[in-house]
């Protein structure tokens, strides 16, 4: 289920100030769309409606514009400094038996998911600039890390299809930890999930590409605006 056409120009860095919600939406879809498009899943919809729902947890899919710009973490996806260090420092170069680089990278899933984004793990201006594109919040570089980090965990395979099953793979594999299950915060996140996932991924209408030709579908809510995105609904 392809939802829009790809870019195919590799991540740039936008820095341009007052995106509509409209504009931060579009980013994130078409971001996540080139993920999943790019990726060697064998369940495509499961990685993409994985992905959809961690956008809107964690930046009510462009909705929330208090999750844009913040020094406390990187990127509206919310890839937080442990994670970051953890990127920076298993990526780039192996090491041989004596601890000193080699000219081989690792073989390893922060490089390839890296080098997919458009990143050079070994040249240290394409990693500087891979951590200004994730502070500048670049859609795409923080797809590609949020599908990085649902790939770590080799006994958390991807997600049925369910609300269920996917609430519980965000936050068992992406929150970390950081809201209290069973608190009222959780409660609160998880039953504004639960009607997200109705709305969204139960009422689809046939897509289109920007050339007219249709390429699946995509969720009904895309084309009937945003009601979904109440003020009581930000996350």
């Known amino acids: 289920m392809i939802l829009n056409k790809k870019n195919t120009n590799g991540p740039k860095t936008n820095k341009k100030k007052g995106k509509s919600e409209e504009e931060r939406r579009d980013e994130i879809m078409n971001a996540i769309n080139q993920v999943v498009e790019s990726d060697d899943t064998k369940n495509p919809e499961s990685l993409q409606q994985l992905l959809i729902s961690t956008a809107f947890l964690e930046n009510s899919l462009g909705a929330n514009k208090k999750a ?24 780039g170069f192996a090491v041989d038996e004596r601890g000193n680089k080699t000219d081989q990278l690792r073989n390893n ?8 984004a458009g990143y050079d793990p070994g040249d240290s201006e394409s990693m500087d600039q891979f951590v200004e594109d994730l502070k500048n919040d670049n859609a795409l570089t923080g797809a590609y890390m949020a599908r990085l980090k649902y790939s770590l965990n080799p006994d958390a395979p991807l997600p ?17 930890g950081g809201i209290e299950k069973d608190s009222e915060e959780y409660n609160k996140i998880i039953n504004t999930f639960d009607g997200f ?12 590409t920007e050339d007219g030709g249709p390429t699946g579908m995509r969720p009904g809510f895309i084309d009937k605006g945003t009601d979904i995105f109440s003020p009581g609904s930000l996350i």
């Open 68 to 91: 844009y710009n913040r020094d406390y973490t990187n990127s509206q996806w919310s890839i937080d400094e442990n994670f970051l260090n953890d990127i920076l420092n298993k990526s």
């Open 109 to 116: 899933n922060y490089n390839k998911f890296l080098q997919r």
């Open 160 to 176: 049925d299809l369910t609300k269920e099953s996917i609430f519980n793979s965000w936050y068992g594999e992406y929150n970390s």
């Open 197 to 208: 996932y109705e709305d969204f991924f139960k009422q689809e209408v046939p897509s289109q």
